[in-house]
């Protein structure tokens, strides 16, 4: 079955920690992409890598890290300096050539304890 | 940096209707891509219709359609026959063509109620 998985579904961080999001993708798509979303917000785009072992920051990077280091997984980690990381965070990916379309995981929920 | 712009927060239509939401945006490139996600209870991003901006002729998918003005810099979505699993976030979002800055400019969404 091919798709984008996120794991877990809900996360909960302590003040101080820093939590990573997992995301994972066998559509053998070359770009990868993190984005936030807020309530009554669309989409922000956290960091981005078009490929293995490249990133980019993209408009809210800050308190945020990334790897690229397979091509199928690019897990998001939110660091202790974020310090609103309350939010729903979506991994999404695209085949280089293929229409530019970006498809989506399912998503993580972040919740601060 | 490129903007993109829902007018329309909430709409609330009777089933079988035709709905149009509204889209436009601000950018300084000529080639570049358009999107209509949905996004249902379930908060899953489901891509609805595309249209690539060099394309002339408006995307059609099934029961949605786009109307896309380039000059206006506008990009509509109209959906057809309206069903209840319409009910969902809309979002209207933009990718550059080529090189540059890479991820999708999103607007903020409207959310589309369809009643039994």
């Known amino acids: 079955d091919g798709g984008i998985t996120q794991s877990p579904k809900y996360l909960f961080r302590k003040e101080g920690q820093n939590v990573t999001l997992s995301c994972e993708q066998n559509?053998?798509?070359?770009?990868m992409y993190w984005y936030r979303q807020d309530p009554g917000q669309g989409l922000r785009l956290i960091y981005y890598s078009q490929i293995v072992n490249d990133f980019q920051k993209g408009d809210i990077a800050e308190g945020y890290s990334v790897s690229r280091e397979k091509k199928e997984s690019f897990p998001l980690t939110v660091t202790s300096a974020q310090k609103n990381p309350t939010a729903f965070y979506l991994c999404a990916s695209r085949k280089q050539g293929f229409y530019e379309t970006q498809y989506f995981g399912p998503g993580t929920r972040l919740l601060v304890l | 940096a490129q903007t993109v712009t829902q007018s329309q927060p909430e709409m609330s239509v009777q089933e079988a209707e035709t709905v149009t939401l509204s889209c436009t945006y601000d950018?300084?490139?000529?080639?570049?891509?358009l999107f209509w996600y949905k996004q249902p209870p379930s908060r899953q991003m489901i891509l609805v219709i595309r249209?690539?901006?060099?394309?002339?002729q408006n995307a059609t998918e099934n029961r949605f359609s786009v109307n896309f003005q380039k000059a206006a810099k506008s990009f509509s979505l109209k959906i057809s026959d309206s069903q209840l699993g319409d009910t969902a976030m809309y979002f209207c979002?933009?990718?550059?063509?080529?090189?540059?800055?890479?991820?999708?400019?999103f607007g903020k969404g409207t959310h589309l109620i369809i009643q039994p």
């Open positions: 979002a933009f990718r550059q063509r080529g090189g540059g800055a890479d991820g999708l400019t």
């Open positions: 249209q690539e901006a060099y394309k002339q």
């Open positions: 950018t300084s490139e000529n080639n570049y891509y």
């Open positions: 559509l053998n798509h070359d770009a």
